[in-house]
């Protein structure tokens, strides 16, 4: 906490002045007679007055402050080096995956990346034509790396991290520049040369799973009891350790980069020392690179250091000091090694409609993440977001032609306007072995490999339930729709359940809209409200009309504040409209999730990975909770506040079953 006071004439109390004060409330507690209001956690996650430390303030005097072990941060030192889980997923040819921990993930929790480096994540044996081999999984931290270590047999933990003969480093991030966010996965399989590739999530070769009990999964004895068969061979042809884990910047490297004074254990080592510690070009003659083929002695010796090697002196030190060493494995530089280089291209109904936005985000970021898996650079993914200003079906389809015809993407994933028109697009990608798929509207009768988007069929079901169950059980409705098969898929979701429960859909429903982005639209309903002024419920199966200029919405709301009005989508305009209760519900869907799985499914296609027809993104449902109180007396709620009085009934799909069983 901190306040800025004036320390001039009285009247001066309370405006802003120079001196900071920080408030006693941010003191930790030390067991003192003067115990402040915080503590301070040890690694172990445990209240430790130990951490609270006595220093002094040039103000106040003496304070008490967290003193934080190495590679911790924050003002309680709860921020961990590396935090999340990681899970084990087995092939053994059925199609159906064995999983270690999918529910009970493993935990990093005891890597700090200072006393604890690395930490071993299990052994795993295959079979070949000359018997039983093993590959073991090691998981190493040091002050400017995180990696991940595939070893042939069985390590010691103080060996198990190094670039050895026999061992790989197949996935390497940096840690000192920013907090990373690690998503993708370790892949070994039955082949004795291999040591393994990092793949994106999505790559994962499971069509089911079946998990297996913790007790077994932490014994390596009895997890090869899985996939040992009745011959004593190992039937186990893939493994996957899956990663999802945030690895905090290290302030120790900052410490060592910052530092002006250098003690005798930290001084740069001498050129001398520096030629003594390098790796003999025996030491990796044989260790494999990312193209699983080994390095000769002279290709090791002729090894120069890239981005992803430590360069300073520091650097090189800490690398020498956690038994950490970084090959280049012969590849000169990122740019130059990318062995596989995607070009996927989303195209939205419309580049100008707002739902579109985040999916031209969740596209990009995660293309950018997927380019990361290896900094090795096996793979560079980019996203290419194009589509037509209007919802043009023709246009839209030029414009994937195009990109077909000149050879430019590797894949296409698009939200259909028009099946028929589509379909076309599909067939001509089709011929011309690109992988197409569809995002957000579908086309289920074309040759389209998948469909990444919400179950459609469920959103319209969830605006009737929610009419139902929060509002009234029988009434007047109609319904605001766009003929684009997604939202025609919702308009009879919708009308199959309240043409059911005592609800009439009026003359003149529903009101089709044919841009799909909303313009026009408020008129018409006002002129059915005209027409048909016993109007109960007005039901949205797209969210653009809430989002129109000129306050064409919010006025139509003070028209007919008795109107029930509920819409698909939750896009933060609409939040704020719902919050100023200017429509009564929303039916929200993840356009961001939407982007980042149709990148993973089409580098999955790319690579001949078998992919679920049915990708399907998480929906939330957002009712007004108090939705008798008129909407004047929301007028200044704060935009957004999806977690105030305005905004309380936050469900999943899931969490609503039960509804429709009582339904």
């Not at 009026?506 to 006002?526: H, T």
Request: proline letters at 4%; hydrophobic letters at 35%; a negative charge.
């Amino acid at each position: 906490f901190r306040a800025w006071l004036a320390d001039a004439a009285e009247d001066n109390i309370g405006k802003l002045g120079e001196i900071e004060y920080e408030m006693a409330c941010a003191d930790c507690d030390n067991g003192s007679s003067s115990d402040g209001l915080s503590y301070c956690v040890n690694p172990y996650g445990s209240q430790d007055k130990s951490l609270c430390q006595s220093l002094q303030h040039e103000i106040h005097g003496n304070v008490n402050r967290c003193s934080c072990p190495a590679g911790f941060s924050g003002p309680q030192c709860q921020i961990r080096p590396i935090e999340g889980t990681t899970s084990l997923h087995l092939d053994h040819s059925t199609g159906t995956c064995s999983t270690c921990h999918e529910d009970n993930h493993w935990r990093v929790w005891n890597m700090d990346g200072v006393a604890v480096t690395c930490i071993d994540k299990g052994t795993l044996l295959f079979e070949d034509s000359n018997g039983t081999f093993s590959r073991q999984f090691g998981l190493h931290l040091n002050a400017s790396h995180f990696s991940v270590f595939v070893s042939s047999s069985q390590e010691p933990l103080d060996t198990l991290c190094l670039a050895k003969e026999g061992t790989a480093e197949v996935y390497s991030v940096r840690r000192d520049k920013t907090d990373v966010a690690v998503s993708v996965a370790i892949h070994i399989d039955d082949r004795r040369d291999f040591f393994g590739e990092a793949v994106g999530p999505m790559e994962i070769g499971c069509i089911a799973s079946s998990g297996i009990d913790h007790e077994t999964c932490t014994s390596e004895t009895n997890l090869a009891k899985v996939y040992f068969a009745s011959d004593m061979k190992s039937s186990l042809k893939n493994a996957w350790l899956l990663l999802d884990l945030k690895v905090t910047i290290s302030e120790r490297f900052h410490e060592s980069q910052k530092s002006e004074s250098v003690s005798k254990e930290t001084l740069p080592l001498s050129a001398s020392q520096e030629e003594k510690d390098k790796p003999q070009p025996n030491e990796a003659s044989t260790a494999p690179s990312l193209n699983n083929t080994s390095l000769t002695s002279d290709e090791s010796s002729s090894i120069q250091p890239t981005d992803a090697i430590p360069t300073t002196s520091q650097e090189k030190e800490h690398s020498v000091q956690d038994h950490s060493i970084f090959f280049d494995h012969g590849l000169s530089n990122t740019a130059s090694a990318a062995s596989h280089e995607y070009t996927f291209a989303v195209i939205p109904k419309s580049t100008a409609i707002e739902f579109f936005r985040p999916v031209k985000n969740g596209c990009e970021e995660r293309a950018e993440t997927l380019s990361r898996v290896s900094v090795r650079g096996s793979v560079v993914v980019k996203c290419l977001f194009v589509g037509p200003a209007e919802a043009d079906a023709q246009d839209q389809s030029k414009i994937a032609m195009d990109l077909i015809n000149s050879g430019s993407v590797d894949g296409i994933s698009m939200s259909v306007i028009d099946e028929a028109v589509a379909a076309e697009v599909i067939d001509r990608a089709v011929a011309a072995n690109i992988p197409i798929i569809t995002f957000d509207s579908d086309a289920p009768s074309s040759k389209r490999a998948a469909y990444v988007g919400t179950d459609n069929e469920g959103l319209g079901e969830e605006l009737a339930i929610l009419i139902l169950s929060r509002f009234a059980t029988e009434g007047n409705y109609a319904i605001v729709s766009a003929p684009s098969p997604n939202l025609v898929i919702r308009e009879t979701a919708v009308r199959n359940i309240l043409d059911q429960n005592n609800w009439n859909e009026v003359s003149g429903s529903p009101i089709l809209v044919s841009d799909g982005q909303g313009q026009g639209v408020v008129g018409m309903m006002r002129d059915l409200m005209t027409r048909q002024p016993n109007i109960d419920a007005m039901i949205l199966t797209f969210g653009s009309p809430l989002l129109v200029g000129d306050g064409q919405w919010e006025s139509f709301a003070q028209q007919y504040p008795e109107l029930i009005t509920l819409s698909a989508d939750s896009m933060p305009g609409q939040i704020d409209q719902l919050n100023r209760g200017y429509v009564n519900g929303l039916v929200g869907q993840q356009p961001a999730e939407m982007g980042s799985k149709s990148m993973d499914t089409l580098l999955a296609l790319s690579r001949g990975v078998a992919v679920e027809e049915f990708i399907m993104t998480s929906m939330v449902v957002i009712g007004r909770v108090n939705e008798g109180t008129p909407y004047t007396q929301w007028s200044s709620a704060p935009t957004g506040t999806m977690g105030s009085a305005k905004c309380l009934l936050l469900m999943t799909l899931a969490s609503l079953a039960f509804l429709s069983v009582l339904l």
